[in-house]
């Protein structure tokens, strides 16, 4: 499955704020679940892992250049101020 389902995965299967009495064990097992009634490999090249590893991370780094730099991405704070964000164009990876 390309990436775009483990998207649907993850915003179809997730709620936007999820009930805090769920654990993280039960939001991992309905990820898992979900992935294996699509046919989704949990490991491998484009596997639920990876695609979970690779937004884990991605969040990290924007959290780190938001924290960084004093402002969120989009803010007009950061807007000619010499020390804004460049332009990302979509990752190969």
Request: avoid cysteine; charged fraction near 25%.
């Amino acid at each position: 499955m390309s990436e775009t389902a483990v998207e649907s995965l993850s915003m179809n299967e997730l709620p936007a704020e999820p009930d805090r009495s769920m654990t993280d064990e039960q939001l991992i097992s309905m990820l898992v679940t979900r992935a294996r009634s699509e046919g989704l490999q949990l490991t491998g090249e484009g596997g639920l892992l990876q695609q979970l590893t690779k937004r884990v991370l991605e969040s990290a780094l924007e959290g780190e250049i938001t924290d960084h730099l004093g402002y969120d991405r989009h803010d007009p704070a950061g807007k000619n101020s010499g020390n804004s964000r460049n332009a990302a164009a979509p990752r190969p990876w």
